[in-house]
């Protein structure tokens, strides 16, 4: 080999050696770079975010990462996009729709973990005992949080009084739906355990007449001696005399007045006053709760015919007319101490 090659090779080792070397330096440098990057980016997603107090979140149907994202940051909950959209596609996670509420200075890391897991805001919704359908259907349209109209037309008595839970934007024909099929679902039950021999002639019936004793005393205990005042009317074909049922009535379903009932109000004839007609009303005039019902299908028992209020909330009972009406004279002289300021 002439000495001019071997010289030309050994310039040419010693370039690729130098070559190499660069390279490797090279090498080192962005693999630092990339390391302090990572951890960089692995700092943000992990820190706490900037938000001070807890914010709530609605994430649409069908939104992307890029729109989570941004109403994220929007919302003061993330203070950058792209680490926390990198920290949902290293992890792989689904970020579900909804409403989410993301604590106080919560990390990305942890907004993806709310997000993916689906820890969606509950609300609660509560249907009373003794609302009416009109009354509960108007508390339902009200909900802010719910989505859609209302086109569903239960039968009176027929939603189940209760604290409801349920998402955002959940549609308000769907609660009504479940709010009937529970009630139904409640009754099925309760209707096979009744006491055997009570004069109901259906499930309605039973709703029915909860109805009439869920308007007539909110104390719990009373409910199975107040039905059993009902049954022993309808067994001696008494008129049941209830005044909810002459209320509904006149306040065409929604169960209250803004003034007492007058004696012409309780001789007005309409398919739900009891005192001028026999036997139970044409429909229920509320939603009974549980107790009520099962106060029905497991009354008391007892001879009594008649029941008052006795002033502190609850009602005194009788047996005769005439201890009822030397009941209703103590009633009365309660009602006028009150109006009189005593």
């Known amino acids: 080999m002439p000495p001019w090659a071997e010289e030309g090779l050994f310039l040419w080792g010693g370039a690729m050696r130098r070559f190499v070397k660069a390279l490797t330096m090279l090498g080192a440098i962005v693999a630092v770079g990339l390391a302090g990057l990572a951890w960089v980016g692995h700092h943000q997603f992990t820190a706490p975010g900037p938000s001070f107090r807890p914010v709530a979140v609605v994430i649409p149907k069908g939104a992307g990462t890029e729109v989570v994202a941004r109403l994220l940051e929007d919302n003061g909950v993330i203070s950058g996009r792209t680490v926390f959209m990198v920290g949902v596609k ?54 802010d949080f719910l ?115 007058t004696r012409d109000d309780l001789m007005t004839r309409h398919p739900w006053n009891t005192y001028v007609i026999d036997g139970l009303p044409q429909t229920a005039i509320a939603n009974p709760g549980r107790s009520s019902l099962e106060a029905v299908l497991h009354p008391a028992k007892s001879d009594e015919l008649y029941f008052v209020a006795n002033g502190a909330g609850g009602h005194v009972f009788a047996r005769t007319l005439d201890e009822h009406n030397a009941n209703v004279v103590k009633w009365r002289k309660i009602e006028r101490e009150r109006k009189a300021g005593r």
């Open 90 to 143: 290293l992890r792989r996670a689904t970020v579900k729709a909804g409403e989410f509420l993301f604590p106080a200075g919560v990390s990305q890391e942890e907004a993806v973990h709310i997000l993916s897991e689906g820890h969606a805001v509950i609300h609660k919704l509560t249907i009373a005992e003794g609302l009416t359908v009109r009354q509960a259907l108007e508390t339902v349209a009200e909900a």
């Open 147 to 261: 989505a859609g109209t209302i086109t569903r037309k239960p039968p009176e008595g027929w939603l189940l009084p209760e604290t409801w839970h349920m998402s955002r934007d959940e549609q308000r024909d769907e609660v009504v739906a479940r709010m009937e099929k529970a009630m139904r679902q409640t009754v099925d039950v309760l209707w096979v355990a009744r006491t055997p021999g009570l004069p109901l002639k259906s499930k309605e019936e039973a709703v029915i007449l909860a109805s009439l004793v869920e308007r007539e005393t909110a104390v719990e205990a009373e409910r199975p001696r107040v039905a059993a005042v009902f049954y022993n009317r309808l067994r001696l074909g008494m008129r049941l005399q209830s005044d909810p049922t002459v209320i509904y009535g006149l306040s065409d379903g929604m169960g209250e007045l803004d003034r007492p009932l």
